[in-house]
């Protein structure tokens, strides 16, 4: 009709084409794990604003908590007053989420305002001024986190001089890795397992560790080393898990050498994994990060962000160095507080670890019928790694992007990620058995589609 045509034409004319969409509809209401478009379509969505529905969409509770909140105070700045009463609740809310260890926060608008602030206290309060980040990275778009962001070309390509001091150290990619021929396994280590669990990591890697060492030994000096920045699964980078070993063997290097340890929880924190953040997984030694970087889940799609760190780290930041006109919005703070009950209530850290099984396992199964060289992930952050047609070793470029737009022709919401051709899941926490089921029969449909 004339009203969606025009509807096009200004989208065409008017919005920054440097923004990329992978479907081309105009929502107009959702609710739960669906999104209703203005052509009356109705989607299934397991991409939920890449993962920052933690709660899915328009949740009843959150709803009612910023209409509540809206009516007595829209916003109070932070560098004005003391504190609202919102942020008070939120405080109580993270203090009982969060490591013991971490006493500090500071809460911004957005994933990338809290890594370039994360970066801020790491050189301010350590003096020292290089930042080790990984390949496969995403920490944002902002100068300092796009300097920390390796995944893609793109996010950075064109836009020099970016921060200095950045060392990007190799990450494990388990299933394409150099060395995978010296693994005990051998060729069966990095293909999907039928019967066994897709969220096992497949063995530990320890070349990346090595070159981090060498690193720190050649190029950049533990003195002129002021933190190590990482996801606990890289997201944008292809959900990637690292290998048992290598988040505690992070630490340890850390510990040694006076490195603070930046973990960035942005896509997988807030119940994702079926944890609360995505480090607590790691198996043995617990790790805790110097620095966690939150922001999505948080406030169920409400922009919001922060960080929390230890005790002294803001030891030597004056007033002032830290702040912002929306930090810490109480606003914000009263959606992250609702958000945080309902996925108390609603047990959704066991939803999301039940739900990530089922859709695994439902991948595993059609890898029997369709080139799915891995799946991997964990919780509700899970990815299948598509190979090639006739069993070639390298999938052809844009194989994933064309399943995605199959998929979307059926009204499933899916996305891609990193690199090479990754299939990428991160429905709402709340997403239901019936809704993994649909998804993963769309999917079938959308495989058949591309592949045969
Ligand atoms: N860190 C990670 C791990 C992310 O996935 C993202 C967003 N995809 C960011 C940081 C940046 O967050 P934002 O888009 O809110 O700036």
């Known amino acids: 009709d004339s009203g969606a045509t025009s509807a096009a034409s200004v989208i065409r004319r008017h919005l920054s084409p440097a923004v990329a969409n992978t479907s081309d509809f105009i929502a107009e209401r959702a609710s739960g794990s669906y999104i209703y478009s203005t052509d009356g379509q109705k989607h299934l969505d397991m991409v939920a604003s890449l993962g920052a529905l933690s709660t899915g969409h328009c949740h009843p509770k959150v709803v009612n908590a910023i209409q509540k909140q809206a009516a007595s105070l829209i916003h109070s700045q932070q560098n004005i007053f003391a504190a609202t009463t919102p942020l008070v609740g939120l405080l109580d809310r993270m203090m009982e989420i969060t490591a013991p260890s971490l006493t500090r926060f500071f809460f911004a608008n957005s994933g990338s305002e809290a890594v370039d602030n994360a970066i801020k206290i790491a050189r301010g309060h350590t003096k020292r001024q290089n930042i080790i980040c990984f390949e496969n990275s995403f920490h944002g778009r902002t100068y300092g986190a796009m300097a920390v962001t390796t995944c893609k070309t793109y996010y950075r390509q064109g836009f020099a001089p970016l921060m200095p001091q950045v060392v990007v150290a190799p990450y494990p990619y388990c299933l394409h890795c150099k060395v995978r021929e010296a693994h005990p396994d051998g060729d069966s280590w990095y293909k999907v397992q039928p019967n066994g669990n897709p969220y096992e990591a497949r063995g530990c890697c320890n070349a990346p560790i090595d070159a981090l060492k060498w ?7 533990p003195s002129d080393t002021a933190a190590i920045i990482i996801e606990p699964i ?3 980078g292809g ?7 290598f988040l505690p063997a992070l630490r340890q290097i850390c510990n040694e050498h006076g490195i603070l340890l930046i973990i960035d929880e942005v896509q997988v924190g807030v119940g994702r994994t079926g944890e609360w953040w995505g480090h607590q997984h790691v198996s043995g030694t617990a790790i805790e990060p110097d620095i966690m970087i939150f922001a999505k889940g948080i406030a169920s799609g409400f922009p919001f962000a922060g960080l929390a760190t230890r005790e002294h780290l803001f030891e030597g930041l004056s007033p002032g160095t830290m702040g912002g006109t ?10 992250a507080c609702a958000t945080l009950d309902v996925i108390k209530e609603e047990k959704l850290l066991d939803n999301a670890t039940a739900r990530g099984r089922q859709l695994a396992s439902g991948l595993v199964e059609l890898a029997e019928r369709y080139p799915i060289l891995d799946v991997r992930g964990r919780g509700l952050i899970c990815a299948a790694e598509l190979g090639s047609r006739g069993g070639a070793a390298s999938a052809e470029p844009g194989i994933a992007a064309a399943v995605t737009k199959a998929a979307g022709r059926r009204n499933l919401l899916l996305c891609t990620a990193g690199a090479r051709e990754v299939l990428r899941f991160l429905p709402p926490l709340t997403v239901s058995e019936g809704e993994i089921d649909k998804a993963l029969h769309i999917l079938g449909e959308s495989l058949e589609e591309v592949f045969n």
């Open 239 to 245: 959900v990637l898990v690292p290998p048992p070993g």
């Open 326 to 335: 929306y930090g810490a919005g109480p606003l914000a703070c009263a959606t």
């Open 234 to 236: 890289m997201g944008e």
């Open 215 to 221: 690193i720190l030994k050649q190029q950049s000096a």
